[in-house]
């Protein structure tokens, strides 16, 4: 069964400091793997979107990096704002029998402090 | 660019009514697909439409159905409502399909009593 872990599963850190979120998976074969910023009952909104063939992205002070040989993904976020307080969410669609569906991890809850 | 949009953005509904949510996906964009969120939980996959038809389907019951229209419009309607079906719906456009860059709307609150 397709599965997409992410740890930690909540984290709290001070205004101005670094953070990494990781995100391991098992769908394979792999066609791409997505990264998330989801506020408080509001919808997703796309932060990066990665092919196998790369293995790092940036979207301002956001840095996912994609280790398609261990299955491992991890989301930076550089000098971290009060804004950056939400929900990041990693999503992995496969190929083959797997195309066109996509595997949502359960998301990781940031909270920035002042 | 217009977004996508989801209406009503709110809906209180009791047991065993039945409800229709409505999806405008980004102009030009064919696929859209219906997600459920509750509280605590990861987005729960419930079907994609492309062009018209259902490409796939989560593990849903019966009582979940959609569709999409020519213009690329989708409904999802859940018919003899259950206090567990209270969650945010979230649909989501797409250009390629559901494993592609999505774009989500900012989600339907249903709240069943």
């Known amino acids: 069964k397709n599965q997409v872990e992410q740890s930690p599963q909540s984290l709290i850190i001070l205004e101005g400091k670094n953070c990494t979120l990781q995100?391991?998976?098992?769908?394979?074969?792999?066609?791409?793997l997505r990264w998330y910023k989801q506020d408080t009952g509001r919808g997703p909104v796309s932060l990066t979107i990665m092919t196998f063939s790369e293995n790092t992205k940036s979207n301002g002070r956001y840095t996912a990096t994609l280790d398609a040989d261990t299955k491992q993904s991890s989301l930076h976020i550089t000098a971290s704002q009060l804004s950056d307080s939400a929900s990041y969410i990693c999503v992995v669609s496969g190929l083959d029998t797997n195309a066109g569906k996509s595997t949502f991890g359960d998301g990781t809850t940031l909270t920035v402090k002042p | 660019k217009a977004g996508v949009t989801q209406t009503p953005r709110y809906l209180i509904k009791t047991r065993g009514q039945q409800v229709t949510l409505s999806c405008s996906p980004i102009?030009?964009?064919?696929?859209v697909s219906w997600y459920q969120q509750t509280p605590g939980q990861g987005l729960q996959f419930l079907f994609e439409y492309f062009s018209e038809t259902q490409r796939n389907k989560g593990n849903f019951p019966g009582r979940f159905s959609g569709r999409q229209f020519s213009n690329s419009r989708s409904e999802m309607n859940v018919s003899t409502l259950e206090l567990g079906d209270s969650a945010l719906y979230l649909c989501?456009?797409?250009?390629?399909?559901?494993?592609?860059?999505?774009?989500f709307g900012p989600g339907t609150r249903l709240t069943v009593l």
């Open positions: 995100c391991n998976y098992t769908v394979s074969p792999f066609s791409n």
């Open positions: 989501a456009s797409s250009l390629a399909g559901a494993a592609f860059e999505q774009f």
């Open positions: 102009s030009g964009h064919r696929s």
